[in-house]
């Protein structure tokens, strides 16, 4: 019997209701309507007052749960896209994020944001938010790739004591699948070698992870072995495995779903570029999204991603120089 990455966030956050009663889960048609998707379905039933529907105000819930969080409780609040979070920035970054150094008191809370593009969603329900989330002291910014990740990530950011953005992305919800949940974790904090290689690093993280995979296998085909590393968390960033990666092959390219100005894939190219010049044995590369709103037309969005190929692309230049 397998297990899909949305299940295994259902899990999750089923896991942190039974275990911890300071855990709750607040947000839009999150209760017996189960999430927009479906995330929480059946949650409610099964821990009455504790999963609950709010108000159509992002701004409102992020208040409600930096509150919360500050009097001891701990909320987990489900937007239903990503891009609306932008409604409730004001709480998030200024709230949340400085609550700590402003008052010496935690505000243990995670936002789980539906991320990234699916074929046909739009300019207002694919962003990937990582990168302004990421820009502000005081956030933890996950970005889980695997059903095993989503399942321990988001459990491990529920029992934090920081705010947590949680990018879990809404193309892998169905479609990946895994066996098990697993048992043991690796900590969130930690990138993972998801494939190793000689020749070329491709860093990535969330869905694009699977492409870059497969850009990976093609390039096998020609006899390159690319070492793909996942992030995992973009907010702190694990520099340590991406230099030990860049070490073993002296070039690299990152990737993000994100638009190409500033962002992850940004950051670990100019941590390479200033902490491991010398290892390298070209100029370092990032892909991402183009410059331009996100298209609704399925052909037009793919030509929009970065995608296998373009990923295989990227790499055969860097490996030419």
């Known amino acids: 019997m397998s297990v899909t990455y949305l299940e295994a966030i259902r899990a999750a956050q089923e896991k942190a209701l039974r275990d911890d009663p300071k855990v709750f889960i607040y947000g839009q048609d999150v209760g017996r309507f189960g999430g927009a998707f479906k995330a929480t379905k059946n949650l409610a039933e099964k821990f009455p007052g504790r999963v609950m529907d709010s108000p159509i105000s992002e701004d409102a819930m992020v208040g409600m749960a930096v509150g919360a969080a500050m009097d001891g409780m701990r909320p987990v609040v489900e937007m239903q896209f990503a891009d609306f979070s932008t409604v409730g920035l004001n709480q998030v970054l200024n709230h949340a994020a400085t609550t700590y150094w402003r008052t010496g008191k935690p505000c243990p809370m995670v936002l789980r944001l539906p991320s990234g593009g699916t074929p046909g969603s739009g300019p207002f329900h694919s962003q990937s938010m990582e990168t302004i989330y990421s820009h502000y002291p005081g956030l933890v910014v996950m970005t889980p790739a695997t059903v095993e990740d989503a399942y321990s990530m988001l459990?491990?950011?529920?029992?934090?004591?920081?705010?947590?953005?949680?990018?879990?992305?809404?193309?892998?919800?169905?479609?990946?699948?895994?066996?098990?949940?697993?048992?043991?974790?690796?900590?969130?904090?930690?990138?993972?070698?998801?494939?190793?290689?000689?020749?070329?690093?491709?860093?990535?993280?969330?869905?694009?992870?699977?492409?870059?995979?497969?850009?990976?296998?093609?390039?096998?085909?020609?006899?390159?072995?690319?070492?793909?590393?996942?992030?995992?968390?973009?907010?702190?960033?694990?520099?340590?495995?991406?230099?030990?990666?860049?070490?073993?092959?002296?070039?690299?390219?990152?990737?993000?779903?994100?638009?190409?100005?500033?962002?992850?894939?940004?950051?670990?190219?100019?941590?390479?570029?200033?902490?491991?010049?010398?290892?390298?044995?070209?100029?370092?590369?990032?892909?991402?999204?183009?410059?331009?709103?996100?298209?609704?037309?399925?052909?037009?969005?793919?030509?929009?991603?970065?995608?296998?190929v373009r990923i295989a692309a990227g790499l055969r230049e860097v490996l030419r120089y």
């Open 155 to 308: 459990l491990e950011a529920i029992g934090m004591e920081d705010p947590v953005i949680f990018c879990e992305h809404k193309l892998l919800y169905y479609h990946l699948k895994a066996e098990a949940l697993p048992n043991e974790a690796v900590p969130a904090f930690r990138a993972r070698v998801a494939r190793p290689g000689r020749d070329v690093t491709c860093v990535a993280y969330s869905a694009m992870l699977h492409e870059a995979v497969a850009a990976a296998e093609e390039l096998a085909a020609e006899g390159y072995e690319t070492e793909v590393v996942d992030l995992r968390t973009v907010k702190p960033l694990d520099t340590d495995t991406i230099l030990g990666s860049v070490a073993r092959t002296g070039r690299l390219l990152a990737v993000g779903e994100s638009w190409p100005w500033g962002g992850a894939s940004a950051e670990v190219v100019a941590r390479v570029a200033s902490e491991g010049f010398e290892l390298l044995d070209a100029p370092p590369k990032r892909l991402n999204a183009k410059d331009t709103p996100i298209p609704y037309h399925p052909n037009l969005w793919a030509a929009h991603r970065p995608t296998a």
